[in-house]
């Protein structure tokens, strides 16, 4: 069974500073990684996904991701925070095979603060 | 806007009554998924229709049934309703069901409060 471990419940930052949001994941064999964003009373944002290929993941409002297989690590980065980048983030994972559905397995989530 | 929309916003009830949380997924999508959101929980995958059959099971209540109708909404039911199952529902969708890579997105969801 897959897994995902988001090991910080809330990170902060002050505006300007670079942002981490760290994920590591289990999953048997090739993983789908996945990062959303829930801001307040809204639904999930989908913000990247890595699938194969290039191990640097680019996506929406100037966020990227690294996948490390090595580590079974793929955090979330973005070089300059905003305040209205303060939501909460949800790592998720899905399995290559199909037996395994499409279901993705989500982290807990980690509160992002950015502070002016 | 994702192009999924969720009706009602808010549903407030009693214990033991049943209700029903509907999902249009985003035009040209043929898969559904709805997931639970809950503070002690997290966000868990309940269970996915593609073109109108089920796909996939979580971990899904057998007091809860979801369908998806010919026209591609869903609905999902949720009967004897316990203060537990409090929680925010939501529905996401894709383009197919076989393919992994395809991404899910997601409706603003349904607040559901038993009381």
């Known amino acids: 069974a897959q897994s995902v471990a988001q090991p910080e419940d809330q990170v902060n930052v002050a505006e300007g500073n670079p942002l981490t949001v760290k994920c590591t994941y289990s999953?048997?064999?090739?993983?789908?990684l996945f990062w959303y964003v829930q801001y307040p009373n809204r639904g999930l944002q989908f913000l990247l996904k890595?699938?194969?290929?290039?191990?640097l993941v680019k996506g929406s409002y100037g966020f990227e991701a690294e996948f490390n297989k090595s580590q079974t690590s793929f955090h979330l980065k973005k070089p300059s925070a905003l305040v209205s980048d303060s939501a909460l983030y949800f790592c998720?994972?899905?399995?290559?095979?199909?037996?395994?559905?499409?279901?993705?397995?989500f982290g807990g989530g980690t509160r992002v603060l950015v502070k002016p | 806007d994702s192009g999924v929309t969720q009706t009602p916003k808010h549903l407030i009830t009693a214990t033991g009554q049943r209700v029903t949380l509907r999902c249009s997924p985003r035009s040209g999508d043929l898969s559904v998924y709805w997931y639970q959101q809950s503070l002690d929980q997290g966000l868990q995958f309940l269970i996915q229709y593609y073109n109108g059959e089920e796909r996939a099971k979580g971990n899904i209540l057998e007091r809860f049934s979801a369908q998806q109708f010919p026209d591609l909404h869903s609905e999902l039911n949720l009967s004897s309703l316990e203060l537990g199952d409090s929680a925010l529902y939501f529905c996401?969708?894709?383009?197919?069901?076989?393919?992994?890579?395809?991404?899910?997105?997601f409706g603003p969801g349904t607040r559901l409060t038993v009381l």
């Open positions: 998720a994972v899905r399995p290559h095979s199909e037996a395994a559905g499409n279901k993705l397995t």
């Open positions: 999953v048997s064999g090739n993983p789908y």
């Open positions: 890595y699938i194969t290929g290039d191990n």
């Open positions: 996401a969708s894709s383009v197919s069901q076989r393919t992994s890579t395809d991404t899910q997105y």
